[in-house]
């Protein structure tokens, strides 16, 4: 670990050619031993390699993950739109108008007392 104070963060990605590599069987055994040693501490890996094992078309894995990728970008750039159209415009207007209501609330309270 690089940092001792980070205590549950474990370094054992495993990168795309790694994945591609070991699906294809086109590494050496101390490799192959290396990445199933990975995929055994972290479930996650281990669900990927499964879930690419099981698609038929091998050669499109790139293609399918780069679209993926995009799609993600879409939707994540879709909700950052959404949340900035829901933040307030126009705050001085709401600003005055809390300011007017106050203003009035004062002077209608020292009104009522001062005519007592």
Same mark, same amino acid.
């Given at each position: 670990?690089?940092?001792?104070?980070?205590?549950?963060?474990?370094?054992?990605?495993?990168?795309?050619?790694?994945?591609?590599?070991?699906?294809?069987?086109? !590494? $050496?055994?101390? /490799?192959?031993? =290396? *990445? &199933?040693?990975?995929?055994? !501490? $972290?479930?996650? /890996?281990?669900? =990927? *390699? &499964?879930?690419?094992?099981?698609?038929?078309?091998? /050669?499109?894995?790139?293609?399918i993950t780069n679209t993926l990728n995009q799609q993600l970008k879409k939707q994540i750039s879709r909700s950052h739109k959404r949340n900035k159209k829901r933040k307030i415009q126009d705050q001085q207007w709401l600003i005055v108008a809390v300011l007017a209501v106050l203003l009035l609330s004062v002077v209608g309270y020292f009104l009522i007392h001062y005519y007592r």
């Open positions: 670990m690089t940092n001792w104070k980070d205590i549950f963060k474990k370094e054992t990605d495993i990168t795309n050619e790694e994945l591609l590599k070991y699906l294809d069987k086109d !590494i $050496s055994e101390d /490799e192959m031993n =290396a *990445i &199933e040693q990975k995929m055994a !501490i $972290s479930d996650f /890996e281990n669900d =990927a *390699i &499964e879930g690419l094992a099981q698609l038929k078309s091998k /050669e499109n894995i790139i293609a």
